[in-house]
Nanobody, 128 residues
């Protein structure tokens, strides 16, 4: 079973919106969930992360356009993207992390080694 399943990417015109979802299966004690993106010819860059308690961090380029959220009961993270620009075109990757000695958003106390998982990526294309 694929541990992370992403959905919600697609094609949208500039100024439009998309909502990405990423569901984690059989991964417990997740401390941080987040999104990264990679445009053609560029390095993967940080978009946003959110802790189990709901503390969010965003990349500088987000400028209030994106909102990350999380459903701990379903181990799912969302990225609501508004006011999309052509430069937001990229493959968006979900990432989740487990850290030893921490409680995940699901309330599970994780004692294993540090681990992180990546989704398969979902394409977001924004046209002019």
């Amino acid at each position: 079973q694929v541990p992370l399943v992403e959905s919600g990417g697609g094609f949208v015109q500039a100024g439009g919106s998309l909502r990405l979802s990423c569901a984690a299966s059989n991964i417990f004690g997740i401390s941080v969930m987040g999104w990264y993106r990679q445009a053609p010819g560029k390095q993967r860059e940080f978009v946003a992360t959110i802790t189990g308690g709901g503390t969010a961090n965003y990349g500088d380029f987000v400028t209030g356009r994106f909102t990350i959220s999380r459903d701990n009961t379903k181990n799912t993270v969302f990225l609501q993207m508004n006011s999309l620009k052509p430069e937001d075109t990229a493959v968006y990757y979900c990432n989740v992390a487990q850290e030893p000695g921490t409680y995940g958003g699901d309330g599970v106390y994780y004692t294993g080694p540090s681990r992180d998982y990546w989704g398969q990526g979902t394409q977001v294309t924004v046209s002019t």
